[in-house]
């Protein structure tokens, strides 16, 4: 009875960490979806990188965080989203990496940080009980 306990938990626990994680990104994939990518195409010319690879982020913030909700395809899903934030940080954030935030004294790319790791964990770990690409 203690193992189906545990088991319980730690699915409900990986719901936890899908639906966290795809809210958070959400939230970005919608601000460029009102605003465009252009500001991330910048970042990549000044980078020497294609500029259509902008639209990427449409992957990594909108698709891949409604598949990781509804736990379809949860691992591969959840490295796209380690993919987008790693390049997040390489674009955005790479200045920031070695600094602490002025406000409050965290690591300056903690958010960023956070939802790397967290992402890497489900992909390791997969959606858990409570999603529809389960095995």
């Keep these: 009875m203690r193992l ?17 994680v795809a809210a958070i990104l ?5 601000f460029k979806l009102t605003h465009g ?13 294609p500029t259509f690879v902008a639209y990427g982020v449409y992957v990594g913030e909108i698709l891949a965080p409604v598949l990781l909700i509804v736990g379809l395809w949860t691992r ?4 796209v989203i380690a993919f987008d ?11 920031d990496v070695f600094k602490v935030n002025p406000m409050g004294g965290g690591w300056a790319i903690e958010l960023e940080a956070l939802i790397l790791i967290a992402a890497l964990a489900l992909a390791l770990t997969g959606g858990g009980r409570y999603a529809l690409g389960r095995r």
């Design 85 to 95: 934030l790693l390049m997040a940080i390489v674009l955005a954030r790479r200045n």
């Design 37 to 49: 990518v252009g500001f991330i195409a910048g970042m990549l010319g000044r980078m020497g990188l």
């Design 76 to 79: 591969p899903v959840a490295l």
């Design 4 to 20: 189906r306990e545990s088991t319980t938990h730690t699915d409900a626990g990986l719901l936890v960490l899908r639906l966290g």
């Design 26 to 30: 959400l939230f970005h994939g919608i």
